[in-house]
């Protein structure tokens, strides 16, 4: 690894297996105030390579870093490492104020820490300093954690899933307290979820881990709108992934032939004709109406027919045939204004910038 | 809170609704239970109504039997000492790791259980009596001698007692949370560390059952005791040994005072373990 010079806080060529659960060769680098994003389902390894930075495990291969040291060989009383579980495991047997201390206890306090006081009052402890964990909100909970991890001045945070267990509504609270405290503590953070809402409002950068390995690591806008493969696709919630093969390129735009179909795509670099491709097509790009646009710039214009419709949140998930298997949202208005109902004929629109190539 | 509260009252309305509806099965239990209580405490109240207090004062001044019952609580606290140092740490690798040959320890700690206790006291003999495999060394290496001795009466206490420390301790470490401990590490404390600010006092409720199960179960052992060694004669062996020389009465005097002073320590362990629900672990997640 002589001339690399180490990243602030990553990972190069991890590897590690722990019985059913592995990581292979996952690499990374995060600069001093990134928050990294792991997106993937459960059992892709997402928990063991929390632990594995936090030094719970010894990897078979490769290297940690962590405050822009080799951290690979230090035990986890000494990478200052915060780590966050599902419900903060606070130590039920302590009060808020002990809780917090113990995280300064341990950890060498330096002459010009702030005092456990002051951080408490940071985040608006200091009147529930005497309870026990068992009497505290979620919200509370989430800021003692916080406060806790603060105490011994941490050089990386490790959210495991923090908000799962959640209730939806309370969840979108705590996130966006959560992105604040980690926009105002300028202290890098890996927050691991399968949950993509949470991947888009958190992440500066993120990765889909699938199977122990990392399939795509990049901006959340790139990996949501150029998924590099099916699984990945899949994976952040574009509904409709084509088969096809190119059959000409002009003017940037690729045409596909997709079973009867032709669509009109944006070009990547590599779409050569007679190429197979995948077009990716997220469900809300997809827009539906009851008459041909004249508007000529939608290039996508199919005669649908509606299979199936199902809520999904505020939202109408419609399933449809369009020649080839589509999934569109609506709004509720549309819905009714269009009268929606399994069989309904619709035109399906969708712009050719909203279909997403990827090459085989 | 207010929703646990409530979903607790929910609770109980639906315990007392099933109650009712039940009335047929409840009524032939609670008979039974009825019977089963009271012929537990039957011979007890029978003990205590049996004396008078000239024999109970008779019995208190002998210094023998006031020696005897002191002897029982030295060696039956030596005894839960030794479990609770011994024992935690075998709970603590049995709540903790899995490893080959597990099932086979958990089989050996429980083994006591299984043995007769005057069987107990023949093998105990065969290791720490005079001629034995660990007494006979231990007696010309360091003089500590397991014959005649309170040492003696501990080895026996121990080995009938200590299975009811480790299983006890085991349940009490498993209901901590390991990712608490994960936490400690994180925020700087090492091992030993977490064991004593963390996993000790969360697990602490499990652990003092256990360490107050072997005392009760040491102080009132006899067969094992008897057979590695009659003398010196801890209040269970002197009660025998009443018995045998002037019957009942006599035997029944000491009893009397024996069983007041293991009630009374008993009420008290069970009230310290009470005192630590409010800081045991045991679903603190809800």
């Not at chain 2, 030993?192 to 107050?212: D, E, H, N, Q, Y």
């Amino acid at each position: 690894m002589a001339g690399v010079t180490a990243p602030f806080v990553g990972a190069q060529g991890l590897s590690l297996r722990v019985g059913t659960f592995e990581l292979r060769e996952v690499t990374f680098a995060m600069g001093p105030r990134d928050t990294f994003v792991i997106l993937g389902p459960s059992g892709a390894g997402k928990s063991l390579l929390l632990e594995t930075l936090a030094g719970f495990y010894r990897p078979d291969r490769g290297q940690v870093f962590i405050g822009g040291r080799d951290a690979t060989a230090a035990p986890p009383e000494a990478r200052r490492v915060a780590f966050m579980f599902q419900d903060y495991a606070l130590f039920p047997h302590l009060t808020v104020t002990q809780n917090v201390e113990f995280g300064r206890r341990f950890s060498g306090s330096r002459a010009d820490a702030e005092p456990v006081s002051a951080l408490l009052a940071r985040l608006g402890l200091e009147h529930i300093g005497a309870r026990k964990p068992a009497q505290l909100s979620g919200g509370e909970k989430q800021r003692v954690a916080l406060a806790r991890a603060l105490a011994m001045d941490p050089a990386l945070f490790l959210f495991d899933e923090p908000l799962a267990a959640l209730d939806a509504r309370f969840r979108d609270t705590l996130r966006a307290e959560l992105k604040t405290f980690l926009g105002n503590a300028g202290i890098p953070a890996i927050y691991v979820t399968h949950d993509q809402l949470e991947a888009l409002a958190l992440a500066d950068k993120m990765a889909v881990m699938s199977d122990g390995a990392f399939v795509q690591v990049g901006t959340p806008t790139e990996i949501f709108n150029a998924p590099a493969s099916e699984l990945v696709a899949n994976f952040v919630g574009v509904e409709t992934v084509l088969e096809g093969t190119v059959i000409g390129v002009s003017d940037g735009i690729a045409r596909i032939g997709a079973g009867t179909r032709v669509l009109h795509a944006l070009s990547n670099d590599s779409a050569r004709p007679d190429e197979r491709v995948l077009a990716c097509i997220r469900p809300e790009d997809v827009a539906l109406a009851r008459t041909r646009h004249a508007d000529s710039s939608v290039r996508n214009q199919f005669d649908a027919k509606v299979l199936a419709i199902a809520a999904s949140g505020p939202l109408f998930k419609v399933t449809l045939d369009a020649g080839f298997p589509l999934v569109a949202y609506v709004s509720k208005q549309s819905y009714i204004e269009l009268g929606l109902a399994s069989g309904t004929e619709v035109i399906a629109s969708i712009k050719a910038t909203a279909i997403h190539l990827i090459c085989r | 809170m207010a929703s646990a509260v409530s979903s607790r009252v929910q609770g109980d309305r639906m315990n007392t609704h099933r109650f009712s509806q039940a009335r047929g099965l409840v009524f032939a239990f609670s008979l039974a239970s009825g019977l089963l209580l009271a012929f537990i405490m039957l011979p007890l109240l029978e003990i205590y109504g049996s004396q008078t207090s000239a024999s109970l004062m008779r019995a208190a001044s002998s210094a023998e039997v006031r020696n005897a019952i002191l002897l029982s609580l030295e060696a039956a606290c030596l005894t839960t000492a030794c479990a609770g140092l011994l024992g935690v740490p075998l709970a603590y690798l049995l709540a903790r790791f899995s490893f080959p040959g597990k099932g086979f320890v958990e089989a050996i700690v429980d083994l006591p259980l299984a043995v007769p206790h005057t069987v107990v006291g023949i093998g105990l003999l065969f290791v720490f009596g005079r001629t034995g495999l660990l007494g006979a060394p231990a007696a010309s290496i360091t003089g500590i001698k397991f014959w005649g001795t309170t040492a003696g009466v501990v080895i026996a206490m121990l080995y009938v007692s200590v299975p009811y420390a480790v299983n006890a301790a085991r349940v009490g470490l498993e209901s901590v949370d390991p990712r608490l401990e994960k936490v400690a590490r994180t925020l700087g404390a090492g091992r030993w560390a977490v064991l004593f600010k963390v996993t000790l006092p969360l697990a602490g409720r499990g652990i003092l059952t256990g360490l107050s199960l072997t005392f009760a179960r040491s102080i009132s052992e006899f067969g094992a005791v008897i057979v590695l060694t009659y003398y010196p004669m801890t209040a269970p062996v002197k009660i025998y040994d009443l018995f045998l020389q002037f019957g009942l009465s006599e035997s029944s005097a000491m009893a009397t005072l024996f069983l007041t002073v293991t009630l009374s320590l008993f009420i008290f362990f069970r009230y310290l373990v009470a005192l630590r629900k409010g800081g045991a672990p045991i679903g603190w997640r809800a």
